[in-house]
T-cell receptor, first 114, second 112 residues
Framework: EAGVTQFPSHSVIEKGQTVTLRCDPI?????LYWYRRVMGKEIKFLLHFVKESKQDESGMPNNRFLAERTGGTYSTLKVQPAELEDSGVYFC????????????FGDGTRLSIL | GNSVTQMEGPVTLSEEAFLTINCTYT??????LFWYVQYPGEGLQLLLKATKADDKGSNKGFEATYRKETTSFHLEKGSVQVSDSAVYFC???????????FGKGTHLIIQP
């Protein structure tokens, strides 16, 4: 089966611009998670979808970040306007079943804000 | 709050050496514990897991035991190979949050 795919793999934009990251979970996985790793720091949880509903968005840094999962399939994470501190690697993960089920990760999108 | 503490490294070992990467956690309730691995140029992969106290997770020669009394989940391997060179992340789920709580990752380098 195809794994979690993320696009693009790398994005370089200027401060103030808008960027949209996409994640395609494993087919049939209801749970979709977004995480972020800022250089030198831990990987941090951003939010969790169950199908198309946001279950927990307690980790979203501020209202410049908007995540959607229309139709409960792929998800997008939009940053508008981007700031320097948003640079990092954004990971998406998916799982099926309860909270204790392992999450399968994509390769990540490396976002660089200049 | 929730947190994971692990050595960051880099940890450099010779091939066939014994490996221990320490991991301790702070969480409320009864979390499930995981080790993830990131090989160069790749994404995070689940290495092993344990869901309750005294469970031992194992995979690819790696082992870790869920120690509730010491809130630890140390990763061990008896004889490492060059192909084990990667970054290893200790993580848990639980403690009131939906997502995984990660440590900073341990960069492991195995020399031939």
């Amino acid at each position: 089966e195809a794994g979690v795919t993320q696009f693009p793999s790398h994005s370089v934009i200027e401060k103030g611009q808008t960027v949209t990251l996409r994640c395609d979970p494993i087919s049939g996985h209801d749970n979709l998670y977004w995480y972020r790793r800022v250089m030198g720091k831990e990987i941090k949880f951003l939010l969790h979808f169950v199908k198309e509903s946001k279950q927990d968005e307690s980790g979203m840094p501020n209202n410049r970040f908007l995540a959607e999962r229309t139709g409960g399939t792929y998800s997008t994470l939009k940053v508008q306007p981007a700031e320097l501190e948003d640079s990092g690697v954004y990971f998406c993960a998916s799982s099926q079943g309860g909270q204790k089920m392992p999450q399968h990760f994509g390769d990540g999108t490396r976002l660089s804000i200049l | 709050g929730n947190s994971v503490t692990q050595m960051e490294g880099p940890v450099t070992l010779s091939e066939e050496a014994f490996l221990t990467i320490n991991c301790t956690y702070t969480a409320t309730g009864y979390p499930s514990l995981f080790w993830y691995v990131q090989y160069p140029g790749e994404g995070l992969q689940l290495l092993l897991k344990a869901t309750k106290a005294d469970d031992k997770g194992s995979n690819k020669g790696f082992e870790a035991t869920y120690r509730k009394e010491t809130t630890s989940f140390h990763l061990e391997k008896g004889s490492v190979q060059v192909s084990d060179s990667a970054v290893y992340f200790c993580a848990f789920i639980g403690g009131g949050a939906d997502g995984l709580t990660f440590g900073k990752g341990t960069h492991l380098i195995i020399q031939p």
